[in-house]
């Protein structure tokens, strides 16, 4: 829609049109104000200047409407930035329910991304248009940051915990992605394209790159190796610690009365430093497994969890696995 201006990046998705509404707006009211000052300045030097050597200016005394209306008039418009601004941010921070998800490792000086279904790209990501698109993302190293301008989005990625972003691709074709924070000598290099693909091609690549195993595949043969069934076997065998059946996304008693949700962040907190938060019920036994799984591993752990909740194992009424002969 704004090809013609030089330097703006082509709209791509949803959102995107929307965040340049905001950003035509806010110049439109810098260059308007920026105008109207300058021309203020310029004819009131002109109108008022000294005529005589030793001219004495009439005595000005305050005004109170003036006064009023030069704080009220700029308020609003701030205000209208701040409104306007927080409701985008809010809308493009919450990632919808039923996205196609992502995960997203960044390190010096690369981009990992896994698909749930377990193909993995370097550098490239492809996704289908028309669908919404959240990633799940975390560093290996040092802070990073997603940037995809044609999406405008971008989204810092920070070692230790998982930041989110969503977005659903409208026009196919290859975009950008820059890394946008600073994080050592290849920071510049450390840049990659989104391939947005007619959803029939998306499926076909994927498809075609098939063979890998999904995260959660590589999750539940992680949580047999690393001896976790032990403890929180899958039935509520084991008893030491709690069952995982459909904890994800729900909400958790915790040992000192609070609760908390069992997002992704929580549930990598439990892994790395279980005794943070601990479940009601259930002693402070288990490991640490900080330096023993790498960030792809916990997202493997993680997709495990998730996916025992997803099953239809939530469902009201059981699977008939015994029926009443
Ligand atoms: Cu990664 Cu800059």
Redesign the pocket.
């Known amino acids: 829609m704004q090809s013609w201006i030089p330097f703006v990046p082509e709209s791509a998705s949803t959102e995107s049109g929307n965040v340049d509404a905001l950003y035509f707006y806010l110049s439109g009211v810098t260059v308007f104000f920026t105008l109207l000052i300058g021309f203020v300045i310029t004819f009131f030097a002109i109108r008022y200047r000294r005529r005589t050597p030793y001219e004495i200016p009439r005595p000005i005394a305050g005004s109170h409407t003036l006064e009023s209306l030069w704080s009220v008039i700029p308020f609003v418009i701030a205000m209208s930035f701040f409104v306007w601004g927080a409701g985008l941010y809010f809308r493009n921070s919450r990632p919808p329910e039923n996205a196609l998800e992502v995960y997203v490792v960044?390190k010096?000086?690369m981009w990992k991304f896994q698909h749930s279904t377990g193909q993995r790209e370097i550098n490239v990501l492809h996704v289908p248009i028309g669908r919404k698109v959240k990633l799940i993302m975390t560093s290996e190293d040092?802070i990073?940051?997603v940037f995809i301008p044609a999406f405008r989005i971008k989204t810092d990625?920070v070692p230790g915990r998982y930041s989110s972003q969503w977005f659903e691709a409208t026009k196919p074709g290859e975009y950008h992605l820059f890394?946008?924070?600073?994080?050592?000598m290849n920071?510049?290099l450390?840049t990659g394209k989104v391939v947005v693909m007619e959803p029939p091609a998306f499926n076909d690549w994927l498809s075609g790159n098939a063979n890998q195993q999904s995260p959660a595949v590589a999750g539940q043969q992680l949580f047999q190796t690393l001896g976790c069934a032990s403890c929180h076997g899958a039935s509520g065998e084991g008893g030491r610690g709690p069952s995982l059946i459909g904890v994800f996304n729900s909400n958790v008693q915790l040992a000192n009365g609070q609760t908390v949700r069992a997002d992704e962040g929580y549930i990598r907190e439990s892994i790395l430093n279980p005794q943070a938060k601990l479940v009601s019920g259930f002693g402070p036994i288990m490991p640490t497994f900080q330096g023993i799984v790498s960030e792809e591993q916990l997202v493997q752990l993680i997709a495990y969890v998730k996916s025992l909740s997803s099953q239809p194992s939530s469902s009201p009424t059981p699977a008939p696995r015994a029926p009443a002969k």
């Open positions: 960044g010096q000086w040092v990073h940051d990625v890394c946008a924070e600073y994080c050592g920071h510049s450390m």
